[in-house]
């Protein structure tokens, strides 16, 4: 099977790697960090060889995708013929992976408001790509995408329809293209056929959400028309009664405060001064009563989506841990399952704190639910939907 070049833009950032969407083996990866200063990084592998360090001055994305393709073009055999591109915000008009034109450029520069942060960066690694590989197929794989099948009782916030529909205020979710990839990891680790199971994904980094997945399709999920809903996060607040910025304005503040209160100064780090779950973990332990707080927290609104979400499906067949934090603390994924057995929910404590990077069940022998932490491949799960759309 052909091999597909992965794109995932930031604002001053460009990862990219060459896999086998098949297997999801790696020919090469790469990030350029920095973008637009003097002194930008870039890190690149290439299979299992050492990863090689240099810094150069890149001004853009565009030179940024012209060194990629040169670090690229001396160390894979041939190179790729289909491009997929992660995109954050797709609305409601983009719902699948999509191959890029002109109009579908458009549509994404439409959804700018909704993802201020996001997509112009996108936008500018497409175009970059679009220069360096003209002769590729370029896909859009959208993180929204996964969550278009929520229902209506669920996307809708309730509030003047005129006024949503004429400023497209609904939820969306995020970490779409996680959720996806995970739950059916983990119903083909239980042996299960995925339109038969019930999970409940949480993805845990410093942007958190969660999601409930009923038969391989998204039902509900944290966050919302932004990336803000729902969890405690390393700098966005999560849930917060919206008279607060309201509150705050009326006190002077304008909307650029309290966005950065709201998405850059909140969460964990708005507790507790970090938003780095190891930091904030050591210093727990060692008796810090903000980082205590912080976790706490933390843990306090997972346990409330989590006993949300069972509600919503009726029956929970697993519960799934990914990303950073959900992969690898195995503080967060105990107390968010203590005192859960009467629930199924229980935890084999030598299995949670066991160290490894495959999937594996954390959950006690017999128990009815059980508890997995599931890698995700966000970058196999994109580059599987590209090489898919384009056969």
Known sequence: MPQVLVVNAGSSSLKFAVLDPATGQRAAEGIVERIGEPDATIRFAAGD????????????????????????????????????????????????????????????????????????????????????????????????????????????????????????????????????????RAAEFLNRDPA?????????????????????RSVETSMGVTPLEGLVMGTRSGDIDPSVPVMLVRAGWDADAVDDLLNRNGGLKGLCGANDMREIRSRADSGDAAA??????????????????????????????TAGIGEHNDWVRANVCRDLAGFGIEIDESANTAPGDEPRVISAPGAPVAVLVIPTDEESAIAAAAQDLVG
Not at 103 to 114: A, H, K
Not at 125 to 134: C, H, K, R, W
Not at 297 to 307: A, D, E, I
């Open 49 to 184: 060889g050492p990863v090689q360090r240099s810094t150069a001055e890149i001004s853009d994305h565009i030179v940024a995708f012209a060194a990629a393709r040169q670090l690229l073009a001396d160390s894979v055999a041939e190179l790729p013929e289909v491009v997929g591109h992660r995109v954050v915000h797709g609305g409601d008009r983009l719902t699948r992976p999509t191959v890029i034109d002109d109009q579908v450029v458009e549509q994404i520069v439409d959804c700018i408001p909704l993802a201020p942060l996001h997509n112009p960066a996108a936008l500018s690694g497409i175009a970059a790509a679009l220069q360096q590989f003209p002769d590729a197929v370029h896909v859009a794989v959208f993180d929204t995408a996964f969550h278009a099948t929520i229902p209506a009782s669920a996307r809708e916030y309730a509030i003047d329809r005129t006024v949503a529909e004429a400023h497209h205020i609904r939820r969306y979710g995020f970490h779409g293209t996680s959720h996806d990839y995970v739950a059916r």
């Open 196 to 216: 038969e199971a019930n999970l409940i994904t949480l993805h845990l980094g410093n942007g958190a959400s969660a999601c409930a997945v009923r038969g391989g």
């Open 292 to 321: 205590r707080l912080a976790r706490d927290v933390m843990v306090h609104r997972l346990r409330k989506y989590l006993g949300a979400y069972a509600f919503v499906l009726g029956r929970v067949d697993a519960v799934v841990f």
